[in-house]
Structure formats: C-alpha cells, structure tokens
C-alpha cells in the first residue's frame, strides 16, 4: 500500500530527526499542545537514542482511522541499539486522494 510506505518514509525521517537532535526539525511537527520540552525531559531518563535496523519499521503499529481521513501510528525507538519502551506516537492525515496532508507527533510516552 503506497500510502503506507508514503507515512513509513516520513516516520524514517522524524526518528533521524530524533536520534541526531534535530529538534528545530521536531518542533516544526509537534502537535499544539507538546513542547520540544517536554521530548527532551522524557529523553532525559534514558540514554541515547540509536538508528533502528530497518527490521525495525516491521513493528509500526498502523491505525487506519474509520473514516479514511487518515492513521495514528506508534514505533518503539531504540536506545543504546535495542528497542526501548520510548513509544513515539504520530499520526498522519490524508485526502481522499492518498495525499498526506499533515504528519505529526502526538506523543512520546514510555509503554
């Protein structure tokens, strides 16, 4: 399905973001509400944040919305190269065309 891998192409990107501090990049995809703040203080009781395998990607948890205007996702990231209990939650809104019109994160919250 070629929205899903369109949505899996920006969760990539946002974990990048993540694990090399982009926050300026971040910021620009938090939803109203989540402060760059509060990412870091969560962040702050683990250790550092590592690029996932790409086996990774296998385990997004994808949740179609019932009326098709999108999906929430959530994608455990990886501190010190193993999958952590840090669960990033986003979501992604589409048209009726496939096109994504908005990504971005909702959460992140330990699971």
Not at 56 to 82: I, P, R, T
Not at 88 to 99: G, H, K, V
């Amino acid at each position: 399905m070629e929205i899903k891998n369109n949505i899996m192409s920006l969760l990539r990107e946002t974990v990048l973001d993540f694990v090399q501090g982009y926050f300026n990049k971040i910021q620009a995809k938090l939803k109203d509400g989540l402060t760059i703040s509060d990412l870091r203080e969560e962040l702050s009781y683990w250790g550092s944040l590592t690029i996932p395998p790409d086996t990774a990607y296998e385990n997004v948890y994808f949740y179609k919305y019932d009326d098709g205007s999108g999906y929430a996702l959530e994608f455990e990231l990886w501190v010190g190269n193993q999958r952590s209990d840090i669960t990033l939650s986003c979501e992604a809104i589409i048209d009726e065309n496939d096109n994504i019109l908005s990504f971005t994160i909702e959460n992140l919250h330990v699971l």
